[in-house]
């Protein structure tokens, strides 16, 4: 498929997600008007509302770049873009709504009946296009071109990558090395062709030869010892109508988690950044706070009996807090329902063990049962803690361990969960030794690494298996 045409192709996908956005709102404002009022509402005010949403909507999603192009970014990328553009269009209707005061023209029920189902159609719609859209780029249309410079570690790891990666509809058309020994070589069946002296020449011959095709990207993938000749074609380039990219050579190091940034106008890499930064982190917290609001709610007549029961059994406050480091490393103060006679804040490392006469009758069954943590659903609320992450270990025993465990306190780079990727894997209750610990971080920083919302809710649905087995806990 020629490449010089995609840009045009891209922007007529990108016009295409546009009237199709438009018409869903409109189909979903009549479905919604025809299933809740028995007929289709076409008043002039109902009109009003529905052109001035589909001109806000394709302000704010063009605005917030959701028609920007997707190609090699994750679906669930474009989701978290068109969910947070979508609340932002439901919060500018409401204003708009509050400030002419059209509130009771409206049916709040349709309103809002109309948003969720324009959402859904809007997922919809947007799934079903992503799968064709890949399907169609791995079968070799709608591709960009892209010339590597490198062809040494770093350059092979690029073209592998590409070859693999069909999907994204990225084809590598050529390799170029100063290394001459390596020339006419082929490596995933892409030639290198010639030196870093020979990229311009090749960009401007290629589109000589038909005035539809032309190279879109070159990657440079050269060690950053050769900065003169990464200069060299930064340069050259300029007068070329590619787009030019660098590949940083730091694949030998250990980075599943980083963070590119900048800082007064210093280009840097957060090498030791979790998994959920960014629109993650937004769509983790979203999670917590549905899910955690849900459950207090659902949950609140287990909260009074539990209150009661502790109260009649023993002496003492129902909750008590306890002083535990979060994200960052910073003390928080985490809830629990007293299972305990006395605290063990002390500087003491003394963790809950088996026959331990600090723990009531009630405390012995809540513990077991895990029912003392879910006042932590407070601490999500709150946003000091997570649904899931790193379980909280108390002061001390973080000071105790942090010198005895390597890469102990990276598991504070996210917010500490009720539950935890280490949790349903078995390493829960009492470390006896410290390998016992080594074994639980090994875990934490596991998830942290590779933090997914799927995982999210495969540890969810695992933890309630973990409850009932209850042989570490007490």
């Known amino acids: 498929m020629y490449s010089g045409h995609i840009l045009k192709r891209e922007q007529y996908i990108s016009g295409t997600f546009r009237l199709v956005d438009i018409l869903t709102i409109l189909l979903s404002s009549l479905l919604v008007s025809y299933v809740q009022f028995g007929v289709i509402q076409v008043t002039e005010k109902y009109v009003f509302f529905i052109t001035t949403l589909c001109f806000v909507t ?50 709040r029920l349709w309103v809002g009946s109309t948003f969720i189902t324009a959402y859904v159609g809007m997922i919809g719609y ?8 890949r399907y169609l780029r791995a079968t070799g249309h709608n591709q960009k071109r892209i010339v590597v410079v490198g062809a040494g570690v770093l350059g092979k790891r690029v073209c592998s990558t590409i070859s693999r990666e069909t999907w994204a509809g990225v084809k590598a058309v050529a390799l170029f090395d100063d290394e001459k020994a390596l020339h006419g070589s082929n490596y995933r069946g ?18 000589s030869r ?23 074609l930064q340069e050259k380039l300029q007068d070329t109508a590619a787009s030019v990219y660098l590949v940083p050579d730091l694949y030998g190091f250990n980075l599943d988690s980083y963070k590119v940034d900048e800082m007064i106008g210093m280009p840097i890499m957060n090498m030791s950044a979790s998994s959920a930064q960014g629109w993650r982190a937004i769509l983790k917290r979203i999670e917590d706070l549905t ?16 209150a ?17 480091y979060g994200i960052d490393g910073k003390e928080i103060l985490v809830w629990k329902f007293r299972s305990m006679s006395v605290t063990e804040n002390g500087g003491e490392v003394k963790q809950a063990q088996r026959t331990d006469p600090r723990v009531t009758k009630i405390g012995a069954f809540i513990r077991k049962t895990s ?45 500490p969960g009720i539950t935890g990727w280490a ?22 920083l596991e998830y942290i690494k590779h933090w997914s919302l799927g995982l999210d809710f495969k540890i969810l649905f695992r933890t309630i298996s973990t409850v009932l087995n209850t042989k570490n806990t007490y």
């Open 126 to 133: 947007r799934s079903i296009a992503r799968v064709l859209i």
């Open 371 to 415: 029912i003392d943590e879910l006042p932590q659903l407070i601490n999500v609320l709150q946003g000091t803690m997570s649904l899931v992450g790193p379980r909280p270990h108390a002061v001390a025993h973080n000071e105790f361990y942090r010198s005895k465990v390597m890469g102990y306190m990276a598991r504070h780079k996210m917010h």
């Open 190 to 207: 892409v030639e290198v062709i010639g030196g870093v002296n020979d990229v311009a020449g090749f960009i401007e011959s290629y589109r």
């Open 210 to 232: 038909d005035s539809h095709e032309r190279i879109d990207h070159v990657w440079i993938a050269l060690p950053l010892s050769a900065r003169d000749r990464i200069e060299y």
């Open 291 to 306: 899910i955690a609001s849900v459950l207090l709610v659902l949950l609140s007549p287990v909260f009074a009996i539990v």
């Open 58 to 107: 394709l302000n704010i999603f063009n605005f917030m770049s959701v028609y920007r192009a997707w190609r090699g970014k994750a679906f669930i990328q474009e989701l978290v873009s068109v969910t947070l553009a979508l609340l932002v269009v439901s919060l500018i209707m409401g204003a708009l709504v509050f400030l002419f005061r059209t509130g009771d023209e409206f049916s």
């Open 308 to 324: 009661y029961l502790i109260k009649s059994d023993s002496k003492g406050p129902v909750f008590f807090k306890q002083k535990r």
């Open 423 to 444: 949790q349903v894997n078995g390493s829960r209750g009492e470390t006896v030794e410290v390998r016992d610990m080594e074994e639980r971080i090994r875990y934490d």
